[in-house]
T-cell receptor
Framework: QKEVEQNSGPLSVPEGAIASLNCTYS??????FFWYRQYSGKSPELIMF????GDKEDGRFTAQLNKASQYVSLLIRDSQPSDSATYLC??????????????FGQGTILTVHP | DTEVTQTPKHLVMGMTNKKSLKCEQH?????MYWYKQKAKKPPELMFV???????INESVPSRFSPECPNSSLLNLHLHALQPEDSALYLC????????????FGPGTRLTVL
């Protein structure tokens, strides 16, 4: 079983719609959760992090965490073509917090079409 | 300054060459990281430096040799690489190793001939 799982996509949404990206993780003791955006040929860019159950909003982005279900999601409201990228979910497993050992999912490709 | 910089942007080297990748940050971060990323794959952690000391080596072959001369600089020395080592090499930093919000540099695209 993979430690962090994401649907590879591609996920295609029309401009202005809500894009919903999902991620599940296997280590129940995981404490820290991150979403990175990576444009083709570029490096990952940190867009959201969440540590507590519930929702966290930042502009058009909302991260949702449910530790009981071992599930973290990213919602992008009013999607724009410029949001088209690969979105990487990353988790710090239990015991890894002190060492900065991020575990990445395989990434979901998002395409926003005009 | 909220940037992590990496040089060079591109590097082509032969299997007998010795080269170095350089990473620099001026955010006062005390943890720095090297990752390797192959096409259509997520980044793979190679090394973690915390307060200028190596804290994690993810069983990386000895042809990759990291160095942290000071809190702002991180180098990756390369020697006798193989063609399968061709990849995007990413440097990242975070305030500390336990504050895991990692910020990535633009990467060095390495090709080994």
């Amino acid at each position: 079983q993979k430690e962090v799982e994401q649907n590879s996509g591609p996920l295609s949404v029309p401009e202005g719609a809500i894009a919903s990206l999902n991620c599940t993780y296997s280590d129940r003791g995981s404490q820290s959760f991150f979403w990175y955006r990576q444009y083709s040929g570029k490096s990952p860019e940190l867009i959201m992090f969440i540590y507590s159950n519930g929702d966290k909003e930042d502009g058009r982005f909302t991260a949702q965490l449910n530790k009981a279900s071992q599930y973290v999601s990213l919602l992008i409201r009013d999607s724009q073509p410029s949001d088209s990228a690969t979105y990487l979910c990353a988790v710090i497993p239990e015991g890894g917090t002190s060492y900065g050992k991020l575990t990445f999912g395989q990434g979901t490709i998002l395409t926003v079409h005009p | 300054d909220t940037e992590v910089t990496q040089t060079p942007k591109h590097l082509v080297m032969g299997m007998t060459n010795k080269k170095s990748l350089k990473c620099e940050q001026h955010m006062g971060h005390r943890a720095m990281y090297w990752y390797k990323q192959k096409a259509k794959k997520p980044p793979e952690l190679m090394f973690v430096y915390s307060y200028e000391k190596l804290s994690i080596n993810e069983s990386v072959p000895s042809r990759f040799s990291p160095e942290c001369p000071n809190s702002s600089l991180l180098n990756l020395h390369l020697h006798a690489l193989q063609p399968e080592d061709s990849a995007l090499y990413l440097c990242a930093s975070s305030p500390t190793a336990s504050n895991n919000e990692q910020f990535f540099g633009p990467g060095t695209r390495l090709t080994v001939l």
